[in-house]
Structure formats: structure tokens, C-alpha cells
């Protein structure tokens, strides 16, 4: 098993939909919970961090949460070409532990 | 410059050879990383410095090596390579070891063994 699993997509979503992107991991241990963008040929830059259950919103983007079922998502409200990229999801134990990241998600937004 | 910068962006190196990555921050970050990126493999954390001290080397073989000179400044030296090795390789930094998750990430270098 993945310590960290993401569909690889790519997943296709219509300009102004919303996307929703998956993760689920498999340390009960993990503590800290991130979302970083990744641009094709590019270098991955955080977009989003979520530590408690339930959701965190910033702008168009939505963390959620879900330590139970060790699920963690990020949801894009009003897609836009621009937020094609692929996205990875990162988790960690916190306190300096490292981050341990997926495979990514790629996200297509079509006009 | 600003930022995390790497050189070279792209590197073709033969399994014989030596050559080395560079790195450096300008953020005034005491804390380091490299990552290697495979295609369809997870980011995988290499190397871990805090105040030019490695503090985590993640099982990577001895033909990779760190060296960390000062706070701002990062290499990883390499010598024969195996093709497996290619891949594209991210330097990051913190402002320290506990501020992981806020790390800002280098362009790369993109690195083929041949």
C-alpha cells in the first residue's frame, strides 16, 4: 500500500465547475495534511495546509479533512485554465517530521 | 535574484562522469532540502540540512553527496550515476526544520544519465 495515494487523472473538469481532488493516506499517525500546485516543467509551490478535521477554505480552494477515514481533499470552486496543473498532496507526523508526498493529481480545465 | 535558485537547469551526464548541483537561497531560510522527482513516482526527500548540519539522509546511495557550506548555499555532487538516476532534482528551503511545510522550491535541475 501507498503511504500516500492520488488518482493520477488526469481529471477534466469544464471552466467555472468545481474540481475535486482526492488523497488518502495510510500513516493513522499523520498530523499535518498539505496541497501544493505543480505547473507543468515547473517547480511545486503550497497552495493549502489543513490540520483539523473538517474544512478550510482560502479564496476558490477548500481543504478537507477527514482523520477517520484518513481522507484529505481539495476542492477548486470556479475552475479556470489557469489552475491546470497536476497537484500534490503531502502529508506528515508534524513536529519536523518529514513531508511525505503522492504521485499528484493532474487537473485539466477545459474552455 | 530571489527566491531558490538551482544550475544547471539541465544536465547530461555519462555514467563515468562527476559534476555537481547547485543551490542557493535568498530568503534567509536555516534549513535545506533536496528531492529527486521521478516520472509517476512521489517527491522523495534525499537529503535534510538545519544550520548546515545534515539531519536526515533518507537511505540515498553514497554516489550522491551533500555538502552544505553555509546557511544560503547547497550541492549535491554526483559520480557514477546509474540511468535509473535521472530524474529532475528540487532543492527547497525553510526558515527552519520545523517549518517544513512552508518550503519554497527551487526550478530544478533536470538531470539525464546516459
Known amino acids: 500500500q501507498k503511504e500516500v495515494e492520488q488518482n493520477s487523472g488526469p481529471l477534466s473538469v469544464p471552466e467555472g465547475a468545481i474540481a475535486s481532488l482526492n488523497c488518502t493516506y495510510s500513516?493513522?499517525?499523520?498530523?499535518?495534511f498539505f496541497w501544493y500546485r505543480q505547473y507543468s516543467g515547473k517547480s511545486p509551490e503550497l497552495i493549502m495546509f489543513?490540520?483539523?478535521?473538517g474544512d478550510k477554505e482560502d479564496g476558490r480552494f477548500t481543504a478537507q479533512l477527514n482523520k477517520a477515514s484518513q481522507y484529505v481533499s481539495l476542492l477548486i470552486r470556479d475552475s479556470q485554465p489557469s489552475d491546470s496543473a497536476t497537484y500534490l498532496c503531502?502529508?506528515?507526523?508534524?513536529?519536523?517530521?518529514?513531508?511525505?508526498f503522492g504521485t499528484g493529481t493532474q487537473l485539466k480545465v477545459e474552455l | 535574484e530571489t527566491g531558490v535558485t538551482q544550475t544547471p537547469r539541465h544536465l547530461v551526464m555519462g555514467m563515468t562522469n562527476k559534476k555537481s548541483l547547485k543551490c542557493e537561497q535568498h530568503?534567509?531560510?536555516?534549513?535545506m532540502y533536496w528531492y529527486k522527482q521521478s516520472a509517476k513516482k512521489p517527491l522523495e526527500l534525499m537529503f535534510v540540512y538545519s544550520l548546515e548540519e545534515r539531519v536526515e539522509n533518507n537511505s540515498v546511495p553514497s554516489r550522491f553527496s551533500p555538502e552544505c557550506p553555509n546557511s544560503s548555499h547547497l550541492f549535491l555532487h554526483l559520480h557514477t550515476l546509474q540511468p535509473e538516476d535521472s530524474a529532475l532534482y528540487l532543492c527547497a528551503s525553510s526558515q527552519d526544520r520545523r517549518s517544513y511545510y512552508e518550503q519554497y522550491f527551487g526550478p530544478g535541475t533536470r538531470l539525464t544519465v546516459t
Open positions: 503531502a502529508v506528515s507526523r508534524g513536529g519536523g517530521n518529514k513531508l511525505t
Open positions: 489543513i490540520y483539523s478535521n
Open positions: 530568503l534567509g531560510h536555516n534549513a
Open positions: 500513516d493513522r499517525g499523520s498530523q499535518s
